[in-house]
């Protein structure tokens, strides 16, 4: 009973959306509108084992003074204090939740964020070496690129952004065109296989 | 001394100098405008005043420097055109973000918020959402970010579901514009068109060649065409003279590195 009846709802939604998209009969519509209510409904559950999990992660780290572990009160403080300011104030225009939220939490991930360029120059001006033909054609193409994406390489010559953009247009799109079509095979497989019980793994245990 | 090992915090240093000394300089280069950019401008240009515009606002707050331009860009030129923008977040970071954004650039040109734009707010699940809004978007969002009902603005009643929104906009750092394409775009028909990070493009390629998605302006570039196109130059094009200097300088250094470490192994 624990699997066949996971796997029979699976079955039983997985064939109605499968079906319900080449059929506009209002039934069909109101009932497929009603399960996209639902999916948002348990979508929130998951945030909620999520919050959860957080907590009993980060609880043990301290009671176990773990590595690092004062980092985990100011995460379990920071949950804290945003959700009694989000459910005690409100979250609007004005709102001492928005004012940290704009104040501190962008900031701080924006400057994350920027550290990525001194990492990437980094890794760059360690990785990118004229090692073989391989290596070699990685680097003239990043080059390229680079400097066709700024106005920089249009002040050199129009060669350079023409190239960049035959570059992205063609033997980098006609890759991320196979990888698109391979993940699109991997997802009906997968998928039929959900519905079809045959996969098993998202129940806990082997498929 | 082989520069092909130098130390990291010198890099660090010289990146530092060349992210921030460029800042100084008040300096605005000569831009491009490409065909991306030109597309997504053209789909937004060709609405007529009081059509529906929806922007989605997919972004995090760590993308904020990058997407703020863009983000920009398009709303002013929407309402410049008078359109009727419908401004909703599909990650919970973007919804304060965009609402912010929207009111500053709404206060600009004298717009009324419930009669020229309203603000829908966050709902999670984006596939759920993106699916919902083409069958009923007030049942998506009964209510919009003020927590008012959306009866209560006459002017956006007649935006049922994406039959009556000529075109949608997504100003996304992440991969949410393929699922705008996979089920707004493919179920639904929904023109769907992208600002996006610059290192999302070749992501969505295929799917702007096979036009499913519009445009892309993308990145700190994309914004300052965007800025050309509307005749002014602002913020983006002051940041594009910073990113030219440090590709350049990143440049310099691959070809430093490379250069050293070859007379290096001669030695």
């Known amino acids: 009973m624990r699997t066949r009846f996971p796997i029979a709802i699976c079955f039983v939604f997985g064939i109605f959306t499968l079906l319900q998209y080449f059929s506009k009969h209002p039934t069909l519509t109101a009932m497929y509108a009603e399960i996209l209510d639902w999916m948002q409904i348990v979508f929130v559950f998951t945030l909620l084992v999520g919050v959860i999990s957080i907590f009993k992660i980060h609880s043990a780290k301290i009671s176990r003074q773990e590595r690092d572990w004062p980092y985990s009160i100011l995460t379990i403080l920071g949950i804290v204090v945003m959700a009694v300011l989000g459910f005690g104030y409100g979250t609007e225009y004005g709102s001492p939740f928005l004012w940290i939220f704009q104040n501190i939490q962008v900031p701080m991930q924006s400057t994350m964020f920027a550290l990525i360029a001194f990492f990437v120059a980094s890794a760059a001006y360690r990785g990118f070496r004229f090692r073989n033909k391989e290596a070699a054609v990685l680097l003239i193409t990043a080059i390229i690129v680079m400097l066709g994406r700024v106005p920089l390489g249009h002040q050199i010559s129009d060669l350079i952004p023409q190239t960049a953009q035959w570059i ?35 129940l806990g245990g082997r498929s | 001394m082989d520069l092909s090992r130098l130390d990291r ?32 401008f053209d789909a937004i240009d060709s609405l007529k005043t009081g059509d529906y515009l929806m922007v989605s606002f997919d972004f995090e707050a760590a993308s904020f420097p990058e997407m703020r331009p863009l983000a920009s860009v398009i709303l002013n030129h929407s309402f410049e055109k008078d359109l009727k923008i419908i401004g909703l977040a599909l990650f919970s970071e973007g919804t304060a973000i965009g609402y912010t954004l929207l009111e500053q650039i709404a206060r600009e040109y004298d717009k009324v918020y419930g009669v020229d734009y309203v603000y829908l707010g966050f709902r999670p699940q984006y596939v759920s959402a993106i699916l919902g809004m083409g069958e009923s978007i007030i049942k998506v969002f009964p209510e919009d970010y003020l927590k008012q009902p959306l009866e209560k603005y006459p002017d956006f009643l007649e935006l049922e579901n994406y039959e009556n929104l000529p075109l949608l906009v997504s100003v996304a750092d992440g991969s949410l514009p393929i699922h705008w394409a996979d089920y707004a775009n493919a179920r639904y028909g929904q023109r769907v068109a992208v600002a996006c990070a610059a290192v999302m493009v070749t992501a969505f390629k295929p799917y702007f060649e096979s036009g499913q998605l519009i445009g892309p302006a993308a990145g700190v570039k994309g914004a300052a065409e965007y800025e050309k196109l509307l005749g002014y130059e602002g913020a983006a094009h002051r940041r594009l003279f910073t990113q030219s200097v440090v590709h350049l300088a990143i440049i310099i250094l691959v070809i430093v590195a490379n250069v050293s470490a070859y007379v290096w192994r001669k030695k």
Request: charged share 20%; hydrophobic share 50%; glycine share 8%.
């Open chain 1, 168 to 202: 992205i247009d063609n033997p980098s799109t006609a890759a991320k065109r196979g990888i698109l079509i391979g993940i699109g095979l991997g997802s009906i497989t997968t998928a039929l296989r959900v519905i079809l019980g045959i996969e098993r793994s998202y």
């Open chain 2, 9 to 40: 915090r010198i890099i660090f240093l010289i990146i530092a100098i060349v992210v921030i000394v460029p800042m100084l300089f008040d300096v605005t280069p000569e831009v491009q405008i490409t065909k991306d950019t030109e597309q997504i």
